[in-house]
């Protein structure tokens, strides 16, 4: 295979011709201080929001500062159903890792990132934990047909999968596709929209760009950039008509305003065989490998930038609607509106939401009690028929069971017909539950006009507000576009009972003696048909009634959505807000305007992270805990030493403990320090000389009756706090060595320096010290440089801490802000302190 035929070709291609590791590096490290300057602005946003109680703005905000501490660029594949997404991507990733079939294979949002180990999590509605299924098991969770999906109430899937593609450091998204008959897919592509940061758009050889395909196609270029048009199922045409399909496919794009958008011909099913088979040549046939080869360039130029430019439109929009809402209570100071003809004519619109509300409302009502009975009769037939091809396969155990004790006629029947209940309750269990998946879409397309006004409506207000109070309307894309399952409430379906009853007629015309159980399964398969035929029509008459149920909650929620939007506005308008605060979102908008444009002229990142060396400054993890000063280490290991042997020396030596009293013992620091190591024994055998050294001291000091402030002044003198300590004289004795030998042998080369810089303190010392000015300049950048790794260590903490991403944090990011504070104020166990509360080295 050659670099061309596959993604993991490719990107070895792209690395072999970069500039090199040190640019990768430079550019990486850029890209950081970008992404990390971008999160302090979001999260100083996200304190204003708090300050302000608004808890709607905070969890916007703090959703950014998730998309920031994930480094997630999400490349969502879209398009109609049938159109082959899901093979496209397999073709891609170079495995089926996703279903693929004739039917709606994808009903979620499925996010495909690097891992290596194949694996699939699912999200439930509501849960912030997700469970993790065998990758073979997606397709329960993601399908139409899936078991699992409802049961769940699944809301999306997220995929890891060893692809070398995705090493790029990017999330493939796969999204249900629109124009299928299940209005629901199509609403949770639009509202996912405008999440992406890039789409792919896969239309068909077979039917390219129909006029579904059209208007989601302008509506793709209005939300979200669109690098790639993709005409799948190229096998189905000659080259001759292959080229007249994509410049027809190439001239509707540019009449929509598509004008930087590449358009390929693909067969994602013939690249998919060939991967799998170990065919290059028929991968390259297929022509994915040039999509492969445009994507790795697009990905390489303009993914840092591109991901960075679309959180920073999505933080200013949240930023903006915050300025909006705070300024609602400055309208009086501004010269705008007065508050009260403000609040009386936004009484009125939401009088006419309200009503609005209820017609939409009833229209589904309406259109419930007239369509709904029907269209779920439409599906009786079916359902009583695959119900009772589950149930029929057990009729033959059944029957064995009860004719293999030799019981009478009645108790024969009765036997089979426990055994078949007992069996059949799970089975119409299950198969009911499969069906509440197939009614919520049914629902949600039979009414999705009715929804989408149920959904809208409730997000009025704030544009309402805006409007009447003069001040600019909402550019919020996420606030205002369509809806998805997850807004809906779910369909809660009663148990439904099953019983297999023998009508008394039927009992008496069976003729049953040992030796025929074919007419007890007959019986039973009669009594079969008529218990299924009475369960499906209880169970339709159940959907109906959770339909209506489902309705009323779906309406109930829209009328608390609304009034929470209407009480949030009136709140605003009512609740001035301090100027410093008003004063802190215009300077961040200011901010945010400014990073955009300097995105705008900046080069970007390279594709991905280079693999991480012990040396690289950028990427380096501490083994063994954190960074500490070469002096401060030497010094702490010189006090360890000092204390160990003085224990000892001190609980088995007179002459040890009698010069300890008469220096007048540890400092406070190292008293603990050394209580800390020694033995009870140890420390009682060392500490009597001592402390009748001091009541000596202390009873002369009573004798001679002293003023108060003689005596408070003697005592001082007396404590001293280490003048004479011991271990302070042997660490001073080990700092004067240590800088005395980096003095006159400072490190060899600008690399070393930097693996081991000094804190503050000891460069202010080592450099007095050193007679040139060259190594004085190789220690100062060490220093300058671990403080500023250490700064960026510590922003990103704090970014993933704020954004609930606890688990992306790394070792070296976890221990940055003590790293920090002990190259900047030395080793806590080297400091101690006077009474007068100045530091003493």
């Known amino acids: 295979m050659t670099a061309a035929d596959g993604p993991g070709g490719a990107l070895d291609e792209r690395a072999s011709s970069s500039a090199g590791a040190g640019g990768e590096v430079a550019a990486l490290r850029e890209y950081r201080r970008r992404r990390l300057d971008l999160a302090d602005l979001v999260r100083a946003a996200l304190y204003v929001a708090r300050d302000q ?302 009503a609005r509300l209820r017609a939409a409302a009833a229209t589904a009502a309406t259109r419930l009690a007239t369509e709904f009975p029907a269209r779920l009769a439409e599906r009786g037939a079916g359902w009583r028929s695959e119900l009772s091809e589950r149930l029929a396969t057990h009729i033959d155990r059944a029957v064995a069971d009860a004719t293999g004790a030799r019981r009478g006629r009645r108790a024969a029947w009765q036997s089979a017909a426990v055994s078949l209940e007992g069996v059949g309750g799970p089975i119409v269990d299950e198969w009911a539950s499969r069906r509440a998946a197939e009614v919520t879409e049914l629902l949600a397309t039979l009414v999705s006009e009715e929804i989408t006004e149920l959904v809208r409506l409730p997000r009025q207000p704030g544009v309402l507000g805006a409007r009447l109070a003069g001040l600019s309307l909402p550019s919020d894309r996420d606030d205002l576009t369509g809806w998805s399952p997850q807004d809906l409430p779910s369909l809660g379906l009663p148990g439904c009972a099953w019983s297999l009853p023998l009508p008394s007629a039927h009992l008496r015309r069976l003729r049953f003696t040992f030796g025929h159980q074919d007419r007890l399964a007959e019986g039973l398969t009669e009594a079969l048909d008529s218990a299924v035929r009475a369960t499906e029509a209880t169970i339709r008459a159940a959907f109906e009634d959770a339909a209506c149920n489902w309705l009323r909650q779906l309406h109930e929620q829209a009328e608390r959505d609304l009034h929470d939007a209407a009480d949030r506005f009136r709140a605003n308008l009512r609740t001035p807000p301090s100027a410093q605060d008003v004063d802190t979102v215009t300077g961040l908008l200011r901010q945010l305007v400014s990073f955009d444009a300097a995105l705008n002229t900046w080069a970007g990142s390279p594709t991905s992270a280079p693999p991480q060396s012990p040396g690289d400054p950028l990427v380096s993890e501490q083994v063994g805990g954190i960074r500490s000063c070469v002096v401060c280490a030497e010094l702490e290991r010189a006090l360890f030493d000092y204390l160990r042997h003085a224990q000892f020396r001190l609980a088995t030596r007179q002459k040890a403990q009698g010069d300890f009293a008469q220096a007048g013992g540890f400092c406070t620091l190292h008293t603990w320090q050394y209580v800390a190591i020694a033995a009870p024994t140890g420390i009682a055998a060392a500490y009597p000389t001592l402390a009748a050294v001091v009541a000596d001291h202390l009873d002369v000091l009573r004798r001679c009756r002293p003023t108060r402030a003689e005596l408070a002044a003697a005592l001082d003198n007396f404590i001293g706090d280490g003048d004479g300590c011991p271990a302070c004289a042997a660490v001073r004795e080990a700092e004067q060595h240590a800088i005395t030998r980096l003095a006159t042998h400072p490190p060899p080369s600008p690399d070393l320096a930097a693996q081991t810089p000094l804190c503050l303190r000891h460069l202010a010392h080592v450099v007095a010290a050193v007679p040139g000015t060259r190594d004085c300049q190789a220690m100062l950048a060490a220093l300058s440089a671990a403080l500023r790794r250490d700064a960026e260590d510590m922003r990103a903490y704090v970014l993933k801490r704020e954004a609930f991403h606890q688990d992306l944090v790394t070792s070296q990011e976890a221990a940055a802000h003590q790293e920090a504070v002990r190259l900047l104020a030395g080793c806590p166990a080297l400091v101690r302190s006077r009474n007068d509360g100045t530091l003493i080295p």
């Open 53 to 354: 109680h608004d808890e709607q703005t905070s969890n916007r905000l703090r959703q950014q500062l998730a998309r920031l501490a994930e480094d997630r660029f999400e490349l969502a594949v879209v398009g109609q159903f049938s159109r082959g997404k899901s093979t496209l991507m397999n073709a891609m990733l170079g495995s089926c890792y996703l279903p693929t079939g004739a039917l709606p294979m994808t009903t979620v949002v499925t996010t495909i990132r690097y891992g290596t180990t194949p694996r699939a999590t699912v999200y439930s509605r509501g849960a912030a934990v997700g469970i993790e299924v065998p990758l073979d098991e997606v397709a329960r969770y993601v399908s139409r047909a899936g078991a699992g999906r409802e049961d769940r109430r699944v809301v999306r899937v997220e995929v890891e999968v060893p692809a070398e593609l995705l090493k790029l450091g990017f999330w493939f998204v796969d999204t249900p596709g629109i124009g299928s008959s299940i209005a629901a897919n199509s609403a949770t592509t639009r509202r996912y929209l405008p999440r992406a940061d890039a789409v792919i758009f896969v239309t068909g050889f077979d039917a390219a760009l129909t006029e579904t395909e059209s208007d989601f196609l302008a509506a793709v270029g209005e939300q979200v950039p669109m690098p790639f048009l993709v005409v799948n199922k190229r096998d189905l045409v000659d080259a001759h008509g292959a080229a007249e399909v994509v410049e027809l496919v190439r001239g509707q794009a540019l009449r929509q305003g598509h004008q930087a958008v590449e358009v390929f011909a693909v067969s994602a099913l013939q690249a998919l065989e060939g991967r799998l088979a170990g065919d290059p040549c028929g991968v390259r046939g297929s022509g994915l490998p040039l999509l492969e080869h445009a994507l790795i360039t697009f990905l390489a130029r303009n993914k840092a930038r591109l991901f960075l430019k679309n959180v920073t439109h999505r933080a200013q929009a949240v930023m903006e609607q915050l300025h909006r809402d705070m300024l609602l209570g400055h309208l009086p100071h501004d010269g705008g509106p007065g508050t009260d003809a403000v609040a009386a004519a936004f009484e009125t619109q939401l009088t006419d939401c309200e």
